[in-house]
């Protein structure tokens, strides 16, 4: 079954009231003197304010505006069906538009059945058949007319609604009036003052109430940060089905409503109430209640709403199983923690994201000037607001009518003032999740806020563990409190105004000492610390940011006071001198462009984990000493390093960055003996030729040296190396592999782009048995290695692994192409651009693994004898040589593949099989 919903609501069926209450659609001759307005006044009496249409308003073949318009603006359209109902067509034209108003607007549809049977209305029998007959002979040129009738008669007459044959009359008008006014009592709850980006979002909402086959119930949660309108969301959805349950209920604040004394046992008879209206329920304790509301609900179709649920025991006393409520339910949860929802086992989980920019410029707008477009002069600040609030609808509708009536003036002071110190109505929401965390999330999340938002996992991990923190269970935590976000390059994510709270959390703290805080980043109070010495024990983590005007003046007391100090962050800054003294404590040192060639003589950071001194004067001429923690070292761009001197002082040292150290010549050999090294990386270092010789790296997994133009010889692989899965050595100087590069047993990837030195390739090369992808582009000498395996007979090395196979610019003629094919029988890519070969082998066509092909810029090729049998690209741009039959063929040939694919996807995946410009001159 599913949850019937208005497939295209607008927010008028969600956002606002309704005109009238009910509107009346009867043949007045049949009943207007007895049940109709019997039924009609009872309604008046009760205080419904009811639509029934006068006799005046009957006049020509349609049904006037007016009448339509009141048929949309009712909120329930009671239909009674009698003997003469159908001969209408003013009757017919309102049930029409009454079925139109139910599955767009949302309206609720009751059909009255008076002393008519349904299936005669449904299957137009009897009455309505003999009705129907006549209107046919009438209306015999307008079919369309007399369908939309007749499918109007068969859907009314399938809704639940009552039927009178013999019962008393007055007893049915009574039932239908209390359940008029129970549905008006509760259905409408108001939704926001301006309801902008609702409607986007019940549309998917809707999609996510379908119970499945097999399901009695569905349970759906919502979830989001604090004031991103989860609780307004559930308000618009539950006025958009509310109707169409037998009992409904919505409990808002429960995280509020529970802390309260006997909290919870009060939300258990707020339950009872709303769904079976007994008032005199006194529970006095949750234990009570849970049978009680188990066994008064499990035969009813219920709508429950559950508004800010923050405890699994709050969900546990209101809808702890799915057996307490009848088939058809449905139970919606609003909770911070997405966490709670999995705990709970929902069937379904809907993220409400910020609003987008063009709806949160609307919100804005609506709320600092009450009208659709802002005034003139205010649309800049307007935007920059906006973009500060970051699609957060509680800061919009905050800061707005903070902002109403102000002048351009007032706003900018008032925007200065939220970006340093934010308003204090949006901090309390945002800080009731960071208030329900354990300290351990606590301190990383105060941490990210501080320094690490849009960091990598990799390196806010690695920091926070070296600090004592536990980040991986920390973040996950964060991450289903909708705190912080992943992206997909797998750097962490923070909303502005949730840092802005992070940071607020610190500051207050101390106002007026910075010293005195636990974390320091504004650039104000760190100059005002480092260059006063009014830095204290209380200090954890420091960022420099420093803007081109300040300049510190770092002297032997500038840190020296801050032993706590754990992270030191320096992303820019003028400074004068050096540090004579850094804290023994620190975990984390990250010093771009470190003003000093060594670390203090005093300095023994012992617990140092992560040592970043990119871009800086550091040269490190002495030994590395006291570095037992150390697992991270990146000295990139330091171009005055010309010796990387013994590291054996690093034991768990895992990453080594020594990328564009231009004047790098020698790196000790204790680097090549480093058990935990994971990345080694020496990128542009033109200058290196002293590389340690041999190595033995157990743990090894990348290996880059490109660009070490001045290098000339590859180390020996010491034992078999597992984990060394990446090697690029592109554009060195290196002559020949050892022939212990069989000991690379686990190597995937092997990059050799432009090794203009490269001779050939050692003959126990097909011992790379793992080794996927082969490039070695633009090293014609490799040219003799062919030549060995054709004179070795093409039989004895084959490397049956290797998939994508770079050779462009290889120097290849017509007998090297047999070869290529024979030796790497499972390359799926293969990269023969730029060569000098003048036909492809005929065998190409016997080789099914082949998918992508490069013969680009081949200007001597002339012959295609065929294609392999899955090819599924060819780029062949600049082949100007091509014969016309070959041409012909591989015409055909990106015909067909293109015929295989839809254009858009074609092109925009194989850009170049639409490019002819192999066809040459022909």
């Given amino acids: 079954m599913a949850v019937m919903l208005c497939g295209g609501a607008s927010s008028s069926a969600f956002g606002r009231g309704w005109t009238y209450d009910v509107f009346l659609s009867f043949r007045g001759e049949d009943t207007r003197r007895t049940f109709t307005g019997s039924l009609y006044h009872g309604l008046h009496q009760r205080g419904i304010n009811v639509f029934i249409d006068d006799e005046k308003l009957r006049r020509g073949e349609e049904i006037s505006p007016a009448l339509i318009g009141a048929i949309e603006e009712s909120r329930i359209a009671i239909i009674v069906f009698s003997q003469n109902y159908a001969s209408s067509t003013w009757c017919l034209d309102e049930l029409a538009k009454i079925l139109e108003c139910y599955k767009t607007r949302g309206q609720l549809v009751w059909p009255v059945f008076f002393h008519v049977d349904p299936s005669a209305v449904r299957h137009q029998r009897g009455s309505f058949a003999t009705a129907m007959a006549k209107h046919e002979d009438r209306f015999k040129g307008d079919v369309q007319k007399l369908q939309k009738w007749k499918m109007a008669l068969f859907e009314a007459a399938n809704l639940s609604g009552w039927t009178l044959e013999n019962g008393y009359e007055f007893k049915l008008i009574q039932e239908i009036i209390e359940e008029a006014s129970r ?162 086992q929902v069937d379904k989980t809907y993220e409400v994201k910020k609003l987008n920019h063009d709806e949160a410029f609307d919100l804005f707008t609506w709320s600092a000037f009450k009208r659709k477009a802002p005034d003139a002069g205010y649309f800049d600040i307007s935007n920059r607001v906006v973009l500060y609030a970051e699609g957060l609808p509680l800061a919009l509708k905050v800061m707005g009518s903070n902002l109403f009536g102000k002048t351009v003036e007032e706003w900018k002071s008032a925007l200065g003032k939220y970006e340093k110190i934010p308003n204090k109505e949006v901090q309390n929401v945002l800080r009731v999740t960071f208030d329900n965390l354990e300290e351990n999330e606590k301190e990383i999340f105060l941490d990210i806020a501080c320094f690490f938002k849009g960091e990598t996992m990799e390196y806010i991990e690695k920091t926070l563990q070296a600090c004592g923190l536990y980040p991986k269970f920390g973040i996950s935590v964060l991450v289903d409190r909708s705190l912080v976000s992943i992206d997909k390059y797998d750097r962490l994510r923070m909303h502005d105004l949730i840092q802005d709270m992070g940071r607020e959390i610190v500051r207050e703290v101390s106002p007026l000492e910075p010293g005195k805080r636990s974390r320091l980043w504004y650039h104000e109070d760190v100059f005002e610390v480092l260059s006063e010495n009014t830095g204290t024990y209380r200090i954890q983590g420091m960022m420099v940011d420093l803007p081109d005007q300040y300049t510190v003046h770092l002297k032997d007391e500038s ?341 295989k694919s839809s254009y858009t996807s074609f092109s925009h995946h194989h850009p170049f099989l639409l490019d002819f410009s192999f066809i040459g001159n022909f």
């Fill in 183 to 344: 549905k008006l009592n509760h259905t409408i709850l108001h939704i926001a003052e301006y309801p902008v980006g609702i409607e986007n979002r019940i549309s998917e909402l809707k999609l996510l109430l379908h119970i499945e086959p097999g399901e009695d119930i569905r349970v759906i949660g919502i979830y989001g940060l604090g004031g991103i309108g989860k609780t307004t969301i559930a308000r618009a959805l539950y006025n958009l089905i509310a109707g169409q349950f037998e009992a409904t209920s919505f409990l808002t604040d429960i995280r509020e409503s529970s802390n309260q004394r006997q909290g919870l046992v009060q939300l258990q008879e707020t339950l009872l109430f709303d769904t079976v209206g007994d008032k005199n329920i006194k529970l006095g304790s949750i234990y009570k209640g849970i049978p009680i509301i188990k066994k008064r609900l499990c035969c009813k179709k219920v709508l429950l709403i559950l508004d800010d649920v923050d405890k699994l025991e709050q969900l546990q006393a209101l809808a702890g199983g799915r057996d307490w409520f009848g088939f058809g339910s449905v139970i919606i949860i609003t909770t911070r923690d997405k966490h709670l929802l999995a705990a709970q």
């Fill in 559 to 899: 840190f020296k006071k801050m032993r706590n100090l754990k992270i030191l962050i320096v992303r820019s800054g003028h400074f004068f001198g050096s540090p004579q003294h850094l804290p023994n404590n620190l975990r984390l040192l990250d010093w771009m462009e470190y003003p000093s060639s060594s670390l203090p003589s005093s300095f023994q950071p012992k617990k140092l984990v992560v040592l970043n001194l990119s871009h800086s004067r550091f040269t490190m001429q002495e030994p590395f000493k006291y570095l037992d923690s150390l697992t991270s070292m990146d000295l990139t761009h330091c171009e005055l390093l010309t010796k990387l001197p013994d590291i054996t002082g690093v034991p768990n040292l895992t990453e080594l960055h020594l990328d564009y150290c231009t004047n790098l010549e020698e790196v000790h050999d204790s680097v090549g003996f480093l058990e935990k090294l994971v990345e080694l990386r020496a990128y542009g270092c033109t200058k290196l030729k002293v590389f340690p010789s041999a190595l033995r790296l157990a743990s090894l997994r990348s290996l880059i040296l490109n660009w070490c133009s001045s290098l000339q010889n590859f180390p020996a692989i010491l034992g078999k190396m597992d984990n060394l899965k990446s090697v690029s050595i592109d554009s060195t100087g290196i002559r020949e592999l050892p022939p212990s590069i069989g000991n690379l047993v686990g190597l995937q990837e092997l990059s050799m782009t432009s090794c203009l030195s490269l001779k050939e390739l050692p003959d126990n090369f097909d011992m790379l048995q793992n080794l996927i992808n082969l490039d070695i582009e633009g090293c014609p000498q490799l040219r003799s290695f062919l030549t060995k395996l054709r004179d070795m007979g093409q039989s004895t090395l084959t490397f049956g692994n290797i998939q994508s196979l770079n050779l462009e610019n290889c120097g290849l003629i017509d007998e090297d192409l047999p070869i290529i094919f024979h030796c790497f029988p499972k390359v799926s890519s293969l990269v023969l651009s730029k060569n000098d070969f003048v036909a492809l082998p005929i065998c190409i066509q016997e080789f099914p693994c082949l998918e992508l092909l490069h013969l680009d810029n081949c200007k001597k090729l002339q012959e295609i004898p065929g294609f392999p049998p899955n090819i599924q690209y060819i780029n062949a741009r600049n082949c100007t040589s091509l014969t016309a039959e070959s041409s012909n063929l591989l015409l055909s040939q990106v015909c067909l593949l293109f015929l």
